[in-house]
């Protein structure tokens, strides 16, 4: 069986608070009881040893009267007070905190009063007196008499046991200091004390408590904005949470730094496949222009040259011109023309701007936003516009004839999109992993540069370009901030 | 009138006379209860004065119980003084005697001696352990100028204890006769320091009427 466990602080402060509670409750239980049972177990100690010494003393007393001489009746008080001192120290001294002696019931006398194991017998009090006095009253009819008397912190156990007829009572006395009385009963400082300090051990789960909520809570929100905005970073925190926090900025900076290395490393191989595919597609045309040209030549000297040849070289020398305008804009990231403008009027424009292809393909392009009369966002007009463009001619070029594209756009809190969806087969799996790739092309006329030379643009801008592909057909998502970021634009 | 108080005074004077009597006469009686006790126990210390060959416990008492019956001589006009002097005196030479009888031929031990030994050594013990609460209430008594500058109440714990340690060891050689004499010879010194403790205090005064 599995416990269930709350996760949540409140829960366990509550859970901890009140399972302290408890424990201070029987905790208090517990010492009341302990010290309640520890006293009666010495006064039940007491008692036995009073009892003991009470019979010896009556045992050691008819003994005397039997052997020891003259008879202690015949004698003044104060006489028979030294033989029954004697007497009396002699049996006590084996009692440890025990005194006793006699006491003579006409004119409540007490005789013979010694405490041996303590010193100097210290006389009774009134109180004491009086107990006594109400227990030798006893044994003159039963025999034995037992009394405690417990006045605030002192305990005092008298035992007396009746010597003979009109002789007295033989009596044992101890004295005790109460436990219960100076922690329970009458000093309750140090259970109020207990309960303070309760209620500070719980003030400082609270606190504990508030001061973990509000750090996590910090952390949190610092999180969901770095997630946002990766150039947040989360504010100063006291304690041990500003410790996470500041490894989490620390993090954050080394993310970014990272990236930056990763793009500067990402352009690097980027310019090698440029490199590469810029020498493998201005040889071809080179080779036609210059065949054409010797052609041109031979023509020229046999005095049969025609237009065609001159032709065929301007056609090669205006495709090295498309590729060395993609190129161009490939390679200029700096954005010359940023400044906030309506992304659905560039998106009409752009879709304006294709109506011939589609036309030849009998394509419908439909233009649909969120309800927003425009959505402005910081951006270079034409580079964006152009995106758009390599996007719609893609997606014409992949739909099949009288197929239909959806064009979207929309907002978003701090961002605005815009999407572009063909009605093709979509995008091979295989194919997937490359189709941003500089001069990667499954068209044999494609250059294999304008989704890349859009990604590079967006990515510019500080936005993102991906693509969702099914088999009802593939849709590129241009995602763009709204307004101009510090880091984005670098 | 005249005759009335003529009588009267005749009572008066009879009365007194009478009184007069009846005190002389109980001063008489005490003093010579008084005698005879000094007659009796001079006669006992002459009788135990004639032991042969007196150990150093004979010694000790004959001297202490001599010394005690000459203050008790001197204290006759205390009448309670006289008495636990004399007593302490009478305890002395009593437990000479039971030296002395602690020395004669021992009979064949019985089961019931053993016993009966044990029991009385027990009794006698317990009454040595109160020879030294008793020897330091008598002190005001045993030091006073009368007596003797050896008379130290230690001497009569040392005694005391020393008889009961022979009564002991007279046990163990199953002389039980013997251990309970000694032993007994033990309480009476003890039974002394007593009466000499009690004589320290103050006789008590008689009565007043109200």
Known sequence: MRWPVPHGFRAQIAIISAASLAVTGLAIILIRDVISSTESTLVAGARQQCEAACRELKRQYHERSAYGGDSLQNLPAEAQDISLKGLAAT????????????????????????????????????????????????????????????????????????????????????????????????????????????????GGIVSV??????????????????????????????????????????????????EAELRKQDRL??????????????????????????????????????????????????????ILTRL???????????????????????????QDPSRQK???????????????????????????????LNAIEASPPSGRIEVRAGGEDQSVHVSVADSGPGIPESVQ???????????????????????EIVANHGGSLSFQSGPNGATFNVVLPMERKAAGEA | MGKTIGVLVTLLALAGASVARADKDRRKS??????????????????????????????FLHARASALLERAKQARQDAYLFDRLSRAADDLLEASESIFEAGEPERDPEDDDREE??????????????????????????????????????????????????????????????????????????????????ASVRAPEPPRLE
């Open chain 1, 433 to 455: 992993p490359h189709v941003f790739d500089a001069f990667f092309t499954t068209r044999p006329d494609g250059a294999g540069l304008g989704l890349s030379v859009s990604r």
């Open chain 2, 30 to 59: 005490q003093e010579e209860k008084q005698r005879e006790r000094i007659e009796e126990l001079s006669r006992k210390l002459a009788r135990r004065l004639k032991t042969p060959e007196p150990g150093e416990e004979n010694k």
């Open chain 1, 269 to 322: 191989a980027a310019l090698g496949k440029v490199v590469a595919g810029v020498a493998h597609e201005i040889r071809n045309p080179l080779n036609s222009i210059r065949l054409a040209l010797e052609l041109l030549d031979r023509c020229l000297k046999k005095g049969t040259a025609r237009p065609e040849e001159v032709r065929a070289a301007i056609a090669e020398i205006d495709r090295l011109d498309l």
């Open chain 2, 117 to 198: 030994a044990a029991r009385a050594l027990q009794r006698y013990y317990f009454r040595a352990q109160q020879a030294e609460y008793f020897a330091g209430l008598s002190k005001p008594v045993l030091s006073a100028p009368a007596s003797s500058p050896e008379a130290e109440p230690d001497l009569y714990v040392k005694y005391a204890r020393s008889l009961y340690q022979q009564g002991r060891s007279a046990y163990d050689g199953q002389r039980y006769r013997r251990a309970k004499k000694l032993g007994e010879a033990s309480a009476k010194v003890v039974s002394a320091l007593e009466n000499l403790a009690q």
């Open chain 1, 362 to 392: 009998n394509i419908e392009i439909t233009f649909e936003t969120d309800g927003s009369a425009e959505l402005v966002a910081d951006v270079d007009g034409p580079q964006i516009q152009q995106v758009l463009i390599n996007l719609l």
């Open chain 1, 91 to 202: 049996v006590l001294r084996s009692y440890e905190g025990v005194e006793g002696g006699f006491y003579r019931e006409a004119g409540a006398r007490i005789l013979g009063h010694v405490y041996p194991t303590g010193g100097k017998a210290p006389g009774l009090s009134e109180r004491e007196m009086a107990l006594l006095a109400s227990a030798a009253a006893e044994t003159e009819r039963s025999g034995r008499a037992i009394r405690t008397g417990v006045w605030g912190r002192d305990i005092a156990v008298v035992v007396a046991e009746l010597v003979g007829p009109g002789e007295g009572a033989a009596w044992a006395l101890r004295r005790l200091v109460s436990l219960r009385d100076p922690v329970v009963e009458k000093r309750r400082w140090w259970l109020v004390a207990l309960v303070l300090s309760a209620m500070l051990g719980m």
């Open chain 1, 209 to 258: 408590w508030y001061a973990l909520r509000a750090g996590v809570a910090g952390i949190n929100s610092g999180l969901r904005k770095l997630e946002e905005h990766f150039d947040h970073r989360l504010p100063s925190i006291p304690g041990e949470f500003g410790e996470i926090s500041r490894a989490i900025n620390q993090m954050a900076e080394r993310r970014m730094a990272l």
């Open chain 1, 328 to 354: 161009l804009a490939f390679g200029r990231p700096v954005l010359t023309d940023r400044r906030p403008q309506d992304l659905i009027a560039l998106a009409r424009q752009a879709v304006k701007l294709v």
